[in-house]
């Protein structure tokens, strides 16, 4: 089971690979080259479905390292606190030897509409510089803090942030001010910290999303998300429903033991 997941993850890299190189090749010929480390030619490592990377992100058998790239609109920088319980978190969860690397910066980008997840993962080709790598055994994950609301965000249900791929995701940090704006039982660092951790627990294949489940949790009716209300991984985290009227305890909550047992079963700690 495990070997068929395998093969089918390389097999996916590889195609993937040899059609984005045909592409690449005729049509920006100055892009980073960092790109082309046969290590991870064209990056193509990255570009696969969100929790497919799950296991090589949990354990150490492939990449010894992590690193998060985190990239902002001037003016919308993630919280310290939220990054700092953002490594802590992982540190926690993560089989990396070699630790958890955390490198951000600013981009300026003009005023507009709201982002569709196409615009975001345009920003994030043109951007992103560091990619998984399994020469120097680093894996990487592109994190954007947007300056503006997702598309899919409606006056009743508001997109707080999305996994969009195996190593990229979406906090949308100008979505999560408004918000804490209109409920003042709510900070901002923990909205945050909340948000992002729940996405990484979808690069980490939860629920059901790479990483097998040990005991039933899923909760079928939204995705790929966990039946207990209380659970970081449950779905109105994502969508701002449940942070209207407070966090559960006033703090980032924490993944309950069925998500726990998931992640040591394929690699994590
Ligand atoms: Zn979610
Ligand atoms: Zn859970």
């Known amino acids: 089971m495990e070997y068929k997941t395998l ?11 040899g059609f984005v190189f045909g592409s690449i090749a005729s049509c920006a010929p100055d892009d980073n080259p960092e790109r082309f480390e046969p290590g991870n030619r064209d990056g193509a490592l990255n570009k696969l479905e969100t929790g497919e990377s799950a296991t090589d ?5 492939n990449y010894k390292r992590l690193v998060l790239e985190m990239v902002y609109v001037q003016g919308y920088e993630p919280t310290a606190t939220a990054v700092n319980k953002l490594k802590d978190f992982l540190e926690e969860r993560l089989d990396k030897p070699e630790g958890v690397v955390v490198e951000e910066y600013p981009i300026s980008l003009p005023e507009g509409e709201n982002y ?6 345009e920003l994030e080709k043109k951007y992103r510089s560091r990619y998984t790598n399994t020469k120097t055994g680093e894996i990487s994950i592109f994190v954007f803090f947007s300056d503006r609301d997702s598309d899919k965000s409606k006056d009743d249900r508001v997109v707080l942030g999305t996994a969009y ?5 979406v906090i949308y940090s100008e979505t999560i001010r408004k918000l804490v704006t209109k409920r003042s039982a709510l900070d901002r660092a923990t909205v945050e910290g909340t948000v992002i951790q729940h996405e990484f627990g979808h690069l980490m294949g939860l629920v059901n999303l790479g990483s097998d489940m040990q005991g039933d949790h ?12 209380d659970c970081l991984m449950y779905y109105q985290v994502e969508s701002g429903w449940n942070l209207s009227g407070g966090l559960p305890g006033g703090g980032i909550p924490s993944l309950c033991s069925d998500c726990l047992a998931d992640l040591r079963y394929n690699g994590g700690k």
């Open 116 to 121: 569709s997840l196409e615009q975001v993962y």
């Open 218 to 229: 899923l909760d079928e009716n939204n995705g790929h998300h966990c039946t207990d209300r």
């Open 165 to 169: 791929l195996n190593t990229s995701c």
């Open 7 to 17: 093969v089918k993850r390389f097999l996916y890299a590889f195609l993937l690979s």
């Open 57 to 61: 992100l949990l354990s150490s058998e």
